[in-house]
């Protein structure tokens, strides 16, 4: 849907939740536009970035965000438990493709992508912190892109170029990083900004509800799903289904500790805020309370 005005987040209000346009959220987005049908909830689809900026401007309530994004504005936000968009193994559409091996980028020019803020920054842990080779990370603008040996790519992008035979390497982010640590990689969180979770916790966790059911039942029909959307890219619905295999909506106690190691790396580079740890999650088991309760005020700023 096209992004239009609408009311802040309030009581009696629109509630506006951003959806991340890739195929990559089909079985959680196309259960939810074929039984979710509540007036009062506007859905916003958008690549990853342009949600990060929504929420950030406070012209979101919450969203699929890049899992950077929490990092470094955790202040503004909380998590919703059990949710995520997130590998256990090679995700097949986050890439850093070159036409030579990463092992020889130190130096050279390394597009990032402008649709995402997680990829671009797991690019860099990956190629600095578990590989050793820093290639010159950079940003293209509205102009011409520059002359580059590799570039970040995700998405449904991703799946169009590592199609096309162009990029003899193309190194999975999420597999290179699981083989590293021995752990999953979130890319994507559901985050609520915390003033509107205190004051309508119990829309927030109908909408968290919700978000499980259609994650779960879409899941159970990859290959439905799968024949639907494949023609976007377009790929075949058996590669459609295949891919979509390896892509998991759950947060669960492994991706918990993936968050953290990650979070850990950024604090560390100095890309995330200190108070990105512990997680501020909410959701999950608790119970729906008459008015949110705020959060810890050691984290307020």
Not at 212 to 240: D, H, N, S
Request: net charge neutral; with cysteine; glycine share 10%.
């Amino acid at each position: 849907m096209p992004v239009g005005a609408a009311q802040p987040g309030r009581g009696g209000s629109t509630l506006r939740i951003g959806m991340v346009s890739f195929i990559n959220t089909a079985p959680l987005c196309e259960v939810w536009r074929e039984s979710v049908h509540e007036p009062a909830w506007r859905v916003i689809e958008a690549p990853p970035r342009a949600l990060c900026q929504l929420l950030a401007a406070g012209d979101l309530d919450l969203g699929l965000v890049s899992s950077q994004e929490y990092a470094v504005r955790p202040e503004g936000y909380a998590i919703l438990a059990d949710l995520s968009l997130s590998a256990s193994g090679p995700v097949g559409s986050v890439f850093l493709l070159s036409q030579r091996p990463v092992s020889e980028l130190a130096g050279e020019t390394v597009l990032l992508s402008p649709q995402s803020q997680t990829s671009n920054s797991l690019a860099a842990v990956v190629c600095e912190e578990l590989l050793g080779v820093r290639p010159r990370f950079v940003l293209p603008g509205p102009g011409p892109e520059p002359p580059a040996a590799g570039r970040v790519a995700i998405g449904d992008q991703a799946l169009q170029l590592a199609a096309t035979g162009a990029w003899p390497h193309q190194l999975d982010l999420a597999e290179v990083w699981r083989r590293h640590t021995g752990l999953p990689f979130v890319f994507a969180l559901w985050v609520v900004r915390r003033q509107v979770w205190q004051d309508r916790p119990g829309e927030v966790l109908a909408v968290h509800r919700q978000l499980g059911r259609c994650a779960a039942e879409g899941r159970a029909r990859l290959a439905e799903i799968g024949r639907k959307v494949a023609p976007r890219i377009p790929m075949t619905p058996e590669a459609c289904q295949r891919y979509l295999a390896g892509i998991e909506y759950d947060l669960g106690p492994a991706k918990i500790r993936a968050l953290e190691r990650y979070f850990a790396i950024l604090i560390g580079r100095g890309e995330a805020s200190p108070r990105a740890l512990p997680l501020q999650l909410i959701g999950g088991q608790l119970p729906v309370p008459e008015r949110a309760p705020a959060l810890p005020c050691g984290l307020c700023p």
